[in-house]
């Protein structure tokens, strides 16, 4: 039996769940294209190869699905899916422009000196952060710029809003669109942090909105994508 060992940028597997470490293990092949589109993946392989037993790769793989890595069938099971078309960035990016911005009202009139601390703390790391084009060398990345973007939707304090949110599963689909490129203009994307951050602290919605809305656009703008709803 294989002991899989996780990546260089995740914490230790001590301190993780076997579920977890499956669930990374799994994307990571996914999002690196080992294991391709519309191939099956076979619950009872997986646990033998990890040394697992059949219960943290079965909710692994449920995750996976509810994350839209993976698509299944009854009496077929899992299988891999292909990286999002145009159409679903679209939605992803659209759906984006009218939560965040939607809960970006609501949280003015909440934000604290503590969440602007996070939010900057977040984005330090962020700039710090070294990316590559394989899913090890930006997955670090991914994770802390969904940290940042969860952490603005938490200061509505709306767990309707935040479970809305993070059903979404952007950071998780993501992941395969950019392998073999990376995370394009990072620097930029940190301002843009910067630029939503201060309008946050000088409580100005109308500032706070806008450089929202264009980080957004310009973050799917950088992918190629063309999001309906902002015409």
């Known amino acids: 039996m294989q002991d899989i060992r996780p990546s260089r940028n995740v914490t230790s597997r001590k301190s993780r769940s076997l579920s977890d470490i499956a669930h990374e293990e799994i994307q990571r092949r996914i999002a690196n294209g080992l294991l391709a589109p519309g191939s099956r993946v076979v619950i009872d392989a997986l646990a033998a190869e990890f040394g697992m037993s059949l219960i943290p790769v079965r909710e692994a793989l449920a995750r996976l699905h509810a994350e839209r890595l993976l698509t299944f069938q009854a009496n077929k099971g899992y299988r891999v899916s292909g990286p999002p078309e145009q159409l679903e960035l679209d939605q992803l990016f659209s759906a984006r422009l009218m939560l965040e911005c939607g ?129």
């Open 103 to 231: 809960a970006l009202e609501i949280a003015l009139d909440r934000v604290s000196d503590e969440d602007l601390k996070d939010l900057r703390t977040l984005n330090r790391q962020m700039g710090e952060a070294t990316c590559g084009t394989t899913f090890d060398d930006y997955i670090t990345f991914v994770r802390l710029n969904s940290a940042f973007h969860e952490r603005l939707i938490a200061i509505t304090e709306n767990p309707f809003m935040q479970n809305a949110y993070g059903l979404l599963g952007y950071a998780a689909r993501i992941t395969q669109t950019l392998h073999g490129r990376g995370v394009p203009d990072i620097d930029r994307l940190v301002a843009e942090h910067d630029e939503i951050i201060d309008a946050l602290g000088d409580r100005s919605f109308p500032r706070a909105r806008n450089a929202l809305r264009r980080h957004i656009l310009e973050g799917a703008r950088r992918l190629g994508v063309k999001v309906a709803a902002a015409e």
